[in-house]
């Protein structure tokens, strides 16, 4: 079965930086569009970046600069570099992809960013 499994979350100060990491099954990964969401309390859930299979990258304009997504085909990863943080950024994270029409989400980390 699919499973996305994400971690690297935690507290981290405003201004610092953490790395997320997306390890995956279950499907063939190199196929397949692989996305970063947040949802923060109270806001609905938005999409931070995505990955194509191809290697075409889009940014949320609110992270365009400062998060850097990028895959690895062979460990069948999908990381998101977050540097720059500020506490607007707080938020559980989620890794997500789209198989034959059907979504599929992990269970997400948390992020915090509070002096």
């Known amino acids: 079965q699919v499973q996305l499994v994400e971690s690297g979350g935690g507290l981290v100060q405003p201004g610092g930086s953490l790395r997320l990491s997306c390890a995956t099954s279950?499907?063939?990964?190199?196929?397949?569009?692989m996305r970063w969401y947040r949802q923060a309390p109270g806001k609905e859930r938005e999409r931070v970046a995505a990955i194509a299979n191809g290697g075409a990258i889009i940014y949320a304009d609110s992270v365009l600069g400062r998060f850097t997504i990028a895959r690895d085909n062979v460990q069948n990863t999908v990381s998101l570099q977050m540097n720059s943080l500020e506490p607007e950024d707080t938020a559980v994270y989620y890794c997500n992809t789209n198989i034959d029409g059907r979504v599929y989400w992990g269970q997400g980390t948390q992020v915090t960013v509070s002096s």
């Open positions: 279950g499907f063939r990964f190199v196929s397949h569009t």
